[in-house]
């Protein structure tokens, strides 16, 4: 397995919480930099967060303050975690892996992409 693996989407009502898991292979768990996307219908696919080897994290500033992303390198996984859900961050997400140089924030630069899991955020 090389492409990772999302997890953890669903349905949740505004204010609510969330917690998406990506499960990645020891390839693409040792990528420079890990991330989070996600598209909502008629958009383009956008940043959401990312986090790279030694741990530095990056953020869209429409999710600073609620979302976390963080990484378990015994396990092979990144998680996001995701507080006061608003109906406006009902998307597909997906996780995806930097496997060289580039932009953190770009989804150009990035080389292997989950399948991605859905979230839905009621008001």
């Known amino acids: 397995q090389v492409q990772p693996v999302e997890s953890g989407g669903g349905l949740v009502q505004a204010g609510g919480f969330l917690r998406l898991s990506c499960a990645a292979s020891?390839?693409?768990?040792?990528?420079?930099?890990m991330g989070w996307f996600r598209q909502a219908p008629g958009k383009e696919r956008e940043f959401v967060a990312a986090?790279?080897?030694?741990?530095?994290?990056y953020y869209a500033d429409f999710v600073k303050g609620r979302f976390t992303i963080s990484r378990d390198n015994a396990k092979k996984m990144v998680l996001l975690q995701m507080n006061s859900l608003k109906p406006e961050d009902t998307a597909v997400y997906y996780c995806?892996?930097?496997?060289?140089?580039?932009?953190?924030?770009?989804?150009?630069?990035?080389?292997?992409w989950g399948q991605g899991t859905q979230v839905t955020v009621s008001s």
């Open positions: 995806a892996a930097l496997s060289g140089e580039g932009d953190i924030r770009s989804n150009r630069d990035y080389d292997y």
């Open positions: 986090i790279n080897w030694s741990h530095k994290t």
């Open positions: 020891g390839r693409t768990f040792s990528s420079p930099a």
